[in-house]
């Protein structure tokens, strides 16, 4: 049985406003103009830019990409740690990226102390102009045949010249962003639809409802990822055996099992690595030591820090029986309050300024994420979606065995940096 082509992550990240811009990746179907087509405002100071200045120090050398990396890891386990404290005993599972690239988006419009608190949550410690070349360079290199991103703003044709004309280019040139002028009527929601459909193979079907005559813009990522395992599991690989949920039922389902060569343990969870056939990434697992414990609550407790130590223990001299269920997982989360506690209040507030994106005040009304993951004999299928609303107004060689008959942890990871790109729990097994 064949995974489907092009399904797996996506990350859908929409920002529906007053003020047109926008990204995406382009495609044959588009029928996007260029953005000297398109009405829009010259700002008179445009030198002050925050975008300029990441223009200005364009190129790689420019960064110190270990250091970024760090950085943007205390913003991942921010947001898991407050969405697996809320979840009780049900699966989580966020894609960082989806949130990262949609609020860097955003940032690229923000201004003064908004700015700072966007970029400052996401990559502390780095300048905003760096935060933003950092985003725009992960957003490339984490593209290949495995994963692929698609970025695309479609503006209100009515009022799409409340958009600053720089900011569109700047998301257009770093983001590789298409941008549309459409009626924000029912038509235009279908053609948003449609083209999310499209680009995630029909996973994600709707991302927006409706849209009214005061909102402007709506920002799309999609992000997706499809992979065959490297060595997909045979027949007598499968079998079924118990898993006890974290309400302590057990029951009977489908497990995968083979023997793995990395293993991991930082002497509070040990796991395995099981990689893909295109070599860029792999999934994790993390099966805490203590029978018994909250899966979200420990995953609740999981710092940055924990998590290097995770990865650094990699060793390759271990031989792992490693066993783990068939899942299928969904997941949905509010993220506006989540990020707004990790240091972003301005931009959900009436003190939000948004001076570098339009001339008219807004601020960001919410921000929804979805999720879903499928592991299969074949392979692992994922999608992600995170809509992004703003709004007018002020506002040696012992054989270890690791069994996953319990709740554990997961992540797909960039082997190249040890950064994940999902990361979730599983509380429960769900199966076709």
């Not at 990559?123 to 992960?138: H, I, K």
Request: proline share 3%; with cysteine; net charge negative.
């Amino acid at each position: 049985m064949r995974m489907k082509k092009l399904i797996a992550i996506v990350l859908a990240a929409t920002l529906l406003w007053c003020i047109p811009a926008g990204c995406s990746k382009k495609t044959d179907s588009s029928s996007g103009k260029e953005i000297s087509d398109i009405k829009t405002k010259e700002r008179e100071n445009g030198n002050e830019a925050v975008f300029e200045l990441a223009q200005a120090k364009d190129g790689k050398e420019s960064l110190d990409t270990d250091a970024m990396n760090d950085a943007y890891l205390e913003f991942v386990f921010g947001m898991m740690n407050k969405c697996a404290s809320g979840a009780g005993k049900e699966n989580v599972l966020i894609s960082p990226d989806s949130v990262f690239f949609t609020m860097m988006m955003a940032s690229a419009g923000a201004n003064g102390e908004t700015l700072d608190q966007m970029t400052e949550t996401m990559v502390p410690g780095a300048e905003p102009s760096e935060a933003l070349l950092y985003a725009s360079n992960r957003m490339y290199e984490m593209s290949d045949d495995t994963l692929g991103i698609a970025n695309s703003a479609w503006l209100n044709e009515k009022i799409s010249d409340y958009v600053y004309e720089d900011y569109l280019n700047y998301v257009s040139e770093h983001f590789d962003a298409e941008v549309q002028p459409i009626a924000f009527d029912s038509n235009g929601v279908n053609k948003i639809n449609s083209w999310v459909s499209q680009m995630t193979d029909g996973m994600i079907n709707k991302v927006i409802d409706n849209l009214g005559s005061g909102d402007a813009m709506v920002l799309a990522n999609t992000i997706t990822f499809d992979a065959r395992w490297k060595d997909p599991y045979d027949e007598y690989e499968r079998s079924s055996q118990e898993f006890r949920d974290g309400n302590g039922e057990k029951k009977s389902v489908k497990f995968l099992h083979d023997t793995e060569h990395v293993y991991f343990n930082n002497g509070k969870a040990e796991g395995f690595l099981k990689p893909y056939a295109e070599g860029n990434y792999a999934f994790m697992t993390i099966l805490p030591h203590a029978k018994g414990v909250d899966i979200n609550q420990f995953m609740s407790e999981m710092t940055a820090d924990d998590y290097r130590a995770y990865w650094n223990s990699m060793d390759t001299s271990k031989v792992i029986r490693a066993y783990m269920p068939q899942f299928n997982s969904e997941f949905s989360v509010e993220m506006k309050d989540i990020l707004s506690e990790m240091g972003m209040e301005d931009a959900f507030s009436g003190k939000a300024d948004f001076s570098n994106m339009t001339s008219e005040s807004v601020f960001i009304g919410s921000v929804l994420h979805k999720t879903f993951i499928k592991v299969t004999p074949e392979g692992t299928q994922a999608a992600a979606a995170t809509t992004e609303i703003m709004t007018m107004g002020l506002g040696p060689e012992d054989e270890i065995w690791i069994v996953c008959d319990r709740p554990f942890a997961y992540a797909i990871v960039d082997t190249r940096t040890g950064l994940p790109v999902f990361l979730g729990t599983v509380e429960t097994v769900e199966q076709d």
